[in-house]
Structure formats: C-alpha cells, structure tokens
C-alpha cells in the first residue's frame, strides 16, 4: 500500500470506529478463503460489517473512538466484526460464535461493547441473547395476557347473570306449579 492508501483506509476506519456500539476482534489464522467468504456472508446477512484489518493502520484508526480499549489486542492475524446499533450486537456475537464452533480455527479475541472490553466468554453469553425482535413480541404477549384475562372475566359476567336469572325464572316456575297443584 502507498502512504496515501494508507491514510485513506485509517481515515476510513476510523470513521467507522466513531459511531459504533459494539466491535469484536478475531484470529482468522488458518481458515480458507472459501470459510472467510462463508463468515462475511453470514455476518453481512444480519448487518455486520467485517474486515481483515492491518495492525498498525487498525490501532491508528482506533485512537480516540469508542472502541480503543482493544487496542492492545491488535496483534497478529486480526479481523474486526463491527456494528452502530446495539440491537445488532447479539446477533452479530451469535454468528461468530456459531461460526467459530463449526470452524476452530476462528478464535475470538476481544470485543468492546458500551466501551467496556469483553472476552470470549462474554461474546457467548451475549450470543445468548434473544434478538429485538422475539423481546418485543415477548413484551407484547407480557402486555396482552392480562388484557386477555380481563376480557374473559367481563365475557363472564353476562353469562352469570343470565345463568342466574334462568335460575330465578326456573325457581319461580316450579314455585308457581307446586302452588297451581
């Protein structure tokens, strides 16, 4: 690379550093480029943007933004996963986890989440999280349930007072017959 490509891809980089929310380092030593393919495929599909970083143009590009805790971690064979919205950070640690489960050679390394550095074992347990989506609709049904019951309770009143006034009439029938005869 020339010093002005250089320069343009840290200036890149580095404004896509500024916004995010959540980046996680890995160590693709060892995968092929079909199963890198594969990985951006996958991470793409959710909204994920991944690159094989260069270190020293990386830990320029981090200085001063949101994830330069992981600096240090930029060393060796690193490819960066990131993302700006934070709805977008389980499902972007599922398909590194699924992935590195399926591929060993894929190591997680490090990530920064809400400026705070994260290990492997935090990736898998955010991978765990259900997606926005599945806790909205959770919250919904949180939120109908008590809706629902209330309608059945108010649904069973006229029937009750229906089944009591038949009762009466039915009372006072066999009352009006015992006194006919």
């Given amino acids: ?8 891809e840290v200036a890149w980089l580095r404004e896509q550093f500024q916004g995010i929310k959540g980046l996680f380092l890995t ?3 060892g995968l092929t480029v079909a199963e890198m393919n594969d990985l951006r495929t996958r991470l793409r599909a959710v909204g994920i943007t991944y ?8 830990r320029r590009a981090l200085e001063e933004t949101p994830v330069a805790p992981v600096e240090e971690y930029v060393v060796g064979p ?10 977008k950070i389980p499902p972007m640690a599922k398909v590194l986890v699924e992935f590195a489960k399926d591929h060993p050679k ?17 990736m898998e347990s955010l991978s765990k999280l259900p997606s926005r989506e599945e806790l909205l609709a959770r919250l919904v049904g949180n939120l109908a349930a008590p ?12 029937r009750s007072v229906v089944t009591v006034l038949k009762a009466i009439e039915e009372q006072k029938k066999t009352a009006s017959d015992s006194a006919a005869g």
Avoid: F, H
């Avoid at 690379?1 to 343009?8: A, G, N």
């Avoid at 809706?147 to 006229?158: E, M, T």
């Fill in 1 to 8: 690379m020339t010093r002005e490509e250089k320069e343009k």
């Fill in 27 to 29: 160590d693709y030593q």
């Fill in 51 to 58: 690159k094989v970083v260069k270190n020293t143009l990386a």
């Fill in 78 to 87: 690193r490819g960066a996963a990131w993302t700006d919205e934070d709805d």
């Fill in 106 to 122: 894929l190591n997680l390394v490090r990530g920064v989440v809400g400026g705070t550095v994260v290990d492997s074992n935090q």
């Fill in 147 to 158: 809706v629902g019951a209330l309608v059945r309770i108010l649904a069973q009143l006229p």
